[in-house]
């Protein structure tokens, strides 16, 4: 839908209001391409182009929401919605005032698309699949645009559409053992995915060695950012909500307290401006370019959302109380000399099944798998069978952090249930003087 048919059937709707009545409308559409691959051949294509719409009827401090898919249509699409603003109104007769109702009063414009440089799709897999020639290589390749807008009785019009691409894979060499990696963004560029595939190739040379065994125990690692990530998607569960640092349920809250203090060299920032998710709430408001969640170790703010702002008289500054856009600021380590400063310990080039272990000590556990390797004299000489690890962001973000790397890479998330999802992050790579292995 493009976007003055949007605010078209927006401003059709909005007549059929009476009293004091006040309506918000979200649209939620994307126009994207699927592909799956299994030993380096497409096994299915498709693509999806899908519209839906979700109402917020607000009376007397109660509120109903309700959700329609639109077809194109105008007027059909419009009757739909009409039908879908009685069913509201006949529900909201019957629910209780909401305590924290929150939303925006004040009317706000804004307009903002991130344009990408996409290749047709099939010449994309075709250049895969060229360069991958003769690895067993699974993945998915989704790209396309995602619209989302508000329109709002008060005066609200915001649209945000953003184009990306998102090439997740494995490659693999027997049964489990396989390299993970990944390619997103917005600049389509086939020699870093070339560069990409051929750290895989030499990383299967070394896959194909006998295992290493090690006893548990605490040895230095370098964190590569998709492990990486993988710990700040778990801290981000209940890290950052104002609600969870406000009740008392973080897994900060030692660092919140000043009791327990992160690594200097550790920033780490909500990038609204920078992200792939709009820059306003369902509710209405917008948020600022970016939040300062830790600053040289230290914490700074919490993210706070429109209910939670209005239990504890607060300010608005995201949609949800958790990361969309996360950002952890460069360090000084160079990529390329990461493993020489690391000289022998492990290399992680992934964990998997992150799960809290103790989580009022910031404690987490989780599996080591694809694209682990035991390294001597800075270099990767065998693969490490499976091991779990056991240790506290407090050590491993904390006093045994040695240094971050310059570069960092971009994450787009590749979940798509319910739509291609709009989180990202730039991370960097880790140095630890650490990290627990517990079996």
């Given amino acids: 839908m493009r976007q003055d048919a949007f605010f078209a059937l927006f401003d059709a709707l909005k007549t059929g209001l009476s009293g004091d009545e006040v309506l918000f409308a979200g649209l939620d559409a994307e126009c994207s391409d699927f592909v799956r691959l299994n030993e380096n051949r497409v096994r299915q294509a498709g693509s ?28 059909t699409d419009s009757a739909q919605a009409r039908a879908l603003l009685g069913q509201l109104r006949e529900r909201i007769a019957h629910v209780p005032e909401d305590p924290y109702l929150n939303f925006s009063t004040e009317p706000a414009e804004s307009t903002r698309s991130i344009d990408a440089h996409l290749p047709a799709t099939d010449d994309a897999i075709g250049t895969l699949t060229d360069l991958a020639d003769g690895l067993d290589l699974v993945g998915i390749w989704a790209a396309g645009t995602v619209v989302e807008a508000l329109a709002s009785s008060i005066g609200h019009r915001h649209w945000h559409a953003s184009k990306s691409f998102n090439l997740d894979w494995s490659c693999y060499l027997d049964r489990d053992k396989a390299v993970k990696a990944s390619y997103s963004g917005f600049d389509w560029r086939p020699d870093r995915l070339a560069h990409k595939l051929n750290q895989q190739r030499a990383d299967l040379d070394v896959l194909g060695r006998p295992e290493r065994h090690i006893e548990p125990g605490r040895y230095p690692a370098y964190l590569a950012p998709a492990a990486l990530a993988e710990l700040t998607d778990l801290l981000a569960w209940g890290g950052f909500g104002l609600r969870d640092h406000r009740s008392r349920q973080t897994p900060l809250l030692r660092l919140a307290t000043g009791e327990q203090q992160l690594s200097p060299m550790l920033t780490v920032v909500e990038e609204h401006k920078r992200g792939l998710a709009p820059s306003f709430t369902g509710e209405g408001f917008s948020k600022p370019d970016q939040v300062k969640l830790i600053e040289e170790g230290w914490y700074q703010d919490c993210l706070t959302d429109a209910r939670s702002a209005q239990e504890y008289d607060a300010a608005v500054n995201a949609a949800a109380e958790y990361p969309e856009s996360l950002a952890i600021a460069p360090g000084e380590l160079a990529a390329d000399e990461a493993l020489r400063q690391l000289d022998t310990g492990i290399l992680v080039g992934n964990l998997w099944y992150c799960n809290w272990s103790d989580r009022n000590a910031c404690r987490m ?75």
């Fill in 48 to 75: 999806v182009d899908s519209t839906g719409l979700g109402l917020t009827l607000i009376d007397a401090g109660r509120q109903a929401e309700g959700s329609c898919e639109l077809g194109g249509d105008l007027d």
């Fill in 365 to 439: 556990t989780g599996m080591t798998r694809f694209g682990t390797f035991w390294v001597e004299h800075g270099e990767p000489i065998a693969p490490l069978a499976v091991m779990r690890f056991d240790d506290s962001l407090y050590h491993l973000l904390g006093d045994r952090l040695e240094g971050l790397t310059r570069e960092r890479e971009l994450l787009l998330s590749a979940e798509t249930y319910d739509g291609r999802s709009t989180a990202s992050s730039l991370l960097p790579g880790a140095l630890v003087g650490g990290i627990d292995l517990a079996l």
